[in-house]
Every structure is written in structure tokens, then in C-alpha cells.
Nanobody
Framework: QVQLVESGGGLVQAGGSLRLSCAAS????????IGWYRQAPGKQRELVAG???????NYADSVKERFTISRDNAKNTVSLQMSSLKPEDTAVYYC??????????????????WGQGTQVTVSS
């Protein structure tokens, strides 16, 4: 019954902007930390940005000052505003919801609930 649905991906030129959204259901959303991850062809999945239940945020060095993660607990959604996009940002972007527990201690642990992903393609 847990469902995470990403939307907002598409094709954009380098230097452009895109806003991704993740809609969650089946969980007490306000209690969960949410992360955005991405996976490019031939590469490992990597953390892009995370936001805690209290609203604290962290970002990969490669996207700092360009991407912003935010959450709206009333709507059970998390957004990723992406600006100054680069071709190397091209990837499938996934959202993940998790409770921080001893088994799932941070955003780098393999745990939580995953969405199906949305494709972001940045042309040069």
C-alpha cells in the first residue's frame, strides 16, 4: 500500500531548470525522511539531496547551489528544484522515503521505500 510516484522529468537544454515532485501515500509522511537519488547509465545510484522530518537538508557536492529540496507535509509531497542543469545531470531520478532506525541510519543506507523514477535528460 506504500506508494511513491515521481513526476516532472523531461528533456531540457543545458543551463535550464526543471522541478521534480514525489507524491507519497500509505505512510505517515511527516515522520519520514525523504531522499532524491539518481542513476545514470553504467553508473551506481547516488544520493542527490535529502530532507529530514524536521526539514534539515543535505546535498551532494555536485549539485550544491543548483538544486533545492523541499517538502510539503500537508500535501505529502517532496520537490526537487533543479537549476543550471548540466549534461552530467542526465539520469533517472528516484525518491525514497525512510524512517531512521539502527538498520536504516542515514540516506546512504540501502533501505526504505522507492518510487519508479522519472527520466531527466539534459542536452548539450
Amino acid at each position: 500500500q506504500v506508494q511513491l510516484v515521481e513526476s516532472g522529468g523531461g528533456l531540457v537544454q543545458a543551463g535550464g531548470s526543471l522541478r521534480l515532485s514525489c507524491a507519497a501515500s500509505g505512510i505517515p509522511f511527516s515522520m519520514y525522511a525523504i531522499g532524491w537519488y539518481r542513476q545514470a547509465p553504467g553508473k551506481q545510484r547516488e544520493l542527490v539531496a535529502g530532507i529530514s522530518k524536521s526539514g534539515s537538508t543535505n546535498y551532494a557536492d555536485s549539485v550544491k547551489e543548483r538544486f533545492t529540496i523541499s517538502r510539503d507535509n500537508a500535501k505529502n509531497t517532496v520537490s526537487l528544484q533543479m537549476s543550471s542543469l548540466k549534461p552530467e545531470d542526465t539520469a533517472v531520478y528516484y525518491c525514497n522515503a525512510r524512517l531512521f532506525t539502527p538498520r536504516c541510519m542515514d540516506f546512504l543506507s540501502e533501505c526504505g521505500h522507492w518510487g519508479q523514477g522519472t527520466q531527466v535528460t539534459v542536452s548539450s
